[in-house]
């Protein structure tokens, strides 16, 4: 039981460039989210899912593309980085909205020169 | 807008003391989680709670819905319990793009 599975662990981007985060959960649960931690600040929820072709904008959207074709996969893209973006960023997943324990990926550190 | 503060934000202790961190927030809320991310950044879920007291091995977590206060206790502390603590609500209205709400964290450290 792999729990939530999160790629790549480091990435290096330019300005411009596109990007895909990877994120898989096998628990079979409905709510999976995206957030990005930044420093003094906490957890900012960018896009959220509550269930397969169901998805949603969180407080930093813009930016951001999500799809959720299924249960499992809940892919985060990039769709020309900003310098702005540079961050670390977590993929979770639940089985309600926040209101069932949450389960964290293990970050993803993202750098935009 | 719900505001989540944390105290303190920073805690420096010694191995075996008793430590105390507090969740403070604004609206109402349905559940309150506590949350703990160790040097390396991962995220582990401690406690999920709405009302009265949770205890696992050594982390106590209680909650006053009244008061809108919670605690998160660590007894007999360890230098491995050195991590960042965070909490996190749930408002009661839930719906939209409001899951959750975290506070910045309490970055705990504990000597030996």
Same mark, same amino acid.
């Given at each position: 039981?792999?729990?939530?599975?999160?790629?790549?662990?480091?990435?290096? !981007?330019?300005?411009? +460039?596109?990007?895909? !985060?990877?994120?898989?959960?096998?628990?079979?649960?409905? @709510?999976?989210?995206? @957030?990005?931690?930044?420093?003094?600040?906490?957890?900012?929820?960018?896009?959220?899912?509550?269930?397969?072709?169901?998805?949603?904008?969180?407080?930093?959207?813009?930016? @951001?593309?999500?799809?959720?074709? $299924?249960?499992?996969? %809940?892919?985060?893209?990039?769709?020309?980085?900003?310098?702005?973006?540079?961050?670390?960023? %977590?993929?979770?997943?639940?089985?309600?909205?926040?209101?069932? &324990? !949450?389960?964290?990926?293990?970050?993803?550190?993202?750098?935009?020169? | 807008?719900?505001?989540?503060? +944390?105290? &303190?934000?920073?805690?420096?202790?010694?191995?075996?003391?008793? *430590?105390?961190?507090?969740?403070?927030?604004?609206?109402?809320?349905?559940?309150?989680?506590?949350?703990? +991310?160790? &040097?390396?950044?991962?995220?582990?879920?401690? %406690?999920?709670?709405?009302?009265?007291?949770?205890?696992?091995?050594?982390?106590?977590?209680?909650?006053?819905?009244?008061?809108?206060?919670?605690?998160?206790?660590?007894?007999?502390?360890? &230098?491995?319990?050195?991590?960042?603590?965070?909490?996190?609500?749930?408002?009661?209205?839930?719906?939209?793009?409001?899951?959750?709400?975290?506070?910045?964290? $309490?970055?705990?450290? *504990?000597?030996?």
């Amino acid at each position: 039981n792999a729990g939530v599975t999160q790629t790549p662990k480091f990435q290096v !981007l330019k300005t411009g +460039q596109s990007m895909t !985060l990877q994120c898989a959960q096998d628990m079979n649960h409905e @709510y999976m989210s995206w @957030y990005r931690q930044d420093p003094g600040m906490g957890l900012r929820l960018i896009h959220y899912s509550v269930g397969a072709g169901i998805t949603d904008q969180g407080e930093v959207p813009n930016g @951001y593309n999500v799809s959720r074709s $299924t249960t499992e996969d %809940f892919p985060l893209r990039l769709l020309s980085a900003a310098p702005s973006q540079t961050s670390v960023y %977590f993929c979770a997943s639940s089985y309600g909205q926040g209101s069932s &324990p !949450l389960h964290f990926g293990n970050g993803t550190r993202l750098t935009v020169t | 807008k719900n505001e989540v503060e +944390q105290s &303190p934000q920073n805690l420096t202790a010694q191995e075996g003391e008793f *430590i105390t961190i507090n969740c403070s927030y604004s609206v109402g809320i349905s559940a309150l989680h506590w949350l703990q +991310q160790h &040097p390396g950044g991962g995220i582990v879920s401690l %406690f999920m709670l709405s009302s009265g007291k949770k205890k696992h091995g050594r982390l106590i977590a209680t909650i006053n819905i009244q008061e809108k206060h919670s605690s998160l206790h660590i007894t007999a502390s360890h &230098p491995r319990d050195s991590a960042v603590y965070i909490c996190a609500v749930r408002l009661e209205s839930g719906g939209g793009a409001d899951g959750l709400t975290f506070g910045k964290g $309490t970055h705990l450290i *504990i000597q030996p």
